[in-house]
T-cell receptor, first 114, second 117 residues
Framework: DAGVTQSPTHLIKTRGQQVTLRCSPKSGHDTVSWYQQALGQGPQFIFQYYEEEERQRGNFPDRFSGHQFPNYSSELNVNALLLGDSALYLCASSLNAGVPYEQYFGPGTRLTVT | AQSVAQPEDQVNVAEGNPLTVKCTYSVSGNPYLFWYVQYPNRGLQFLLK??????LVKGSYGFEAEFNKSQTSFHLKKPSALVSDSALYFC???????????????FGAGTILRVKS
């Protein structure tokens, strides 16, 4: 049973460019969340997708957008990259059900903006 | 808005000794609490959760956590530490009132655990 997978593993971009990160959820999960983890900090919630719609959003600018596909996989897009966007981007999947299930995290994508 | 505090940046303990990693939280509704561990250059790995019921929760790798509502705490514990437990530990909270809108987690800043042989 595959866990959460993310691609690419590492990415280097220049300020002003755009980037797309990808995530495949754990088998059986229908909800995908994205987090940004800056160096030395805890993960910060970006947004969550369920039923192909953004259900919840954290305090991130509109430069950050996403998408969920019918197979539950998801993409995170960041436009007009800033140096401060350099971070580990984590995808987490879970099951939307009555019981609060834990979120399972992927290994992350390390984004470096130069 | 919910928040989590992990008051210790680093905890040092000798192998074989008990360990405690502290966590306090703040939420409007009832808390759902989680502990995760992160190894270098890796994602977060789930250890245990408290949703309701018994205040002492047992999880993976011999870890347990005690929920204390009056002190709004959820400290992570292990009776006997191993060198391999050395890692970065995160406490996270989800507000039960948030259910309608999603299930985002709010994380603490993390605590580095170093177990020395």
């Amino acid at each position: 049973d595959a866990g959460v997978t993310q691609s690419p593993t590492h990415l280097i971009k220049t300020r002003g460019q755009q980037v797309t990160l990808r995530c495949s959820p754990k088998s059986g999960h229908d909800t995908v969340s994205w987090y940004q983890q800056a160096l030395g900090q805890g993960p910060q919630f970006i947004f969550q997708y369920y039923e192909e719609e953004e259900r919840q959003r954290g305090n991130f600018p509109d430069r950050f957008s996403g998408h969920q596909f019918p197979n539950y996989s998801s993409e995170l897009n960041v436009n007009a990259l800033l140096l401060g966007d350099s971070a580990l981007y984590l995808c987490a999947s879970s099951l939307n059900a009555g019981v609060p299930y834990e979120q399972y995290f992927g290994p992350g994508t390390r984004l470096t903006v130069t | 808005a919910q928040s989590v505090a992990q008051p210790e940046d680093q905890v040092n303990v000798a192998e074989g000794n008990p360990l405690t990693v502290k966590c306090t939280y703040s939420v409007s509704g009832n808390p759902y609490l989680f502990w995760y561990v992160q190894y270098p250059n890796r994602g977060l790995q789930f250890l245990l959760k408290y949703i309701t019921g018994d205040n002492l929760v047992k999880g993976s790798y011999g870890f347990e956590a005690e929920f204390n509502k009056s002190q709004t705490s959820f400290h992570l514990k292990k009776p006997s530490a191993l060198v391999s437990d050395s890692a970065l530990y995160f406490c996270a909270v989800r507000d039960s009132r948030d259910e309608e809108y999603g299930n985002k987690l709010v994380f603490g800043a993390g605590t580095i655990l170093r177990v020395k042989s």
